[in-house]
């Protein structure tokens, strides 16, 4: 657990951890964009090729990640902030991030269809009493 905290990082793919996530959230401004990416079939890599394996496919999500504006919130859950949100270029940048990590995915991890879901919201203070509740949106809407 200490390593998982030390200096706010992910001991694993060098990201803001969860503890850095909140801390972020609860100063964002309304207007920003969160963006959720989810690893959709990390457990299945664990339990067929080994957990050295879904490190190595953390760590290369986490390598297509801004690293000053992304987080690991979960095993195989990461958030990306976006300080000018927009309805716009948040569904762009989700694809291009699909787009990306289809791309970088060695062979072995397409031969079990993994791949990246994504699910964004604007926060909006009329719709959203914090930043975490628009999180919670963007993980309502993840495809």
């Known amino acids: 657990m200490e390593q998982q905290t030390a200096a706010g990082r992910d001991w694993l793919t060098g990201l803001g951890n969860r503890e850095t996530l909140q801390a972020a959230l609860a100063s964002l401004a309304p207007g920003a964009g969160v963006l959720l990416v989810r690893v959709a079939g990390l457990n299945q890599v664990n339990?067929?090729?080994?957990?050295?394996?879904g490190d190595e496919l953390l760590a290369l999500t986490a390598a297509l990640l801004?690293?000053?504006?992304a987080f690991r919130a979960s095993g195989?859950?990461?958030v990306l902030l976006s300080a000018d949100g927009g309805a716009k270029s948040l569904p762009a940048l989700a694809?291009?991030?699909?787009?990306?990590?289809?791309?970088?995915?060695?062979?072995r991890?397409?031969?079990l269809g993994i791949g990246l879901t994504t699910g964004w919201a604007v926060f909006d203070s009329a719709r959203h009493p914090s930043a975490a509740a628009a999180l919670r949106e963007a993980d309502a809407h993840i495809l």
């Open 76 to 78: 195989a859950r990461f």
């Open 47 to 53: 339990g067929t090729l080994g957990y050295r394996a």
């Open 66 to 69: 801004p690293a000053d504006s």
């Open 109 to 111: 991890f397409q031969e």
């Open 95 to 107: 694809r291009k991030l699909e787009a990306d990590f289809s791309d970088a995915l060695p062979q």
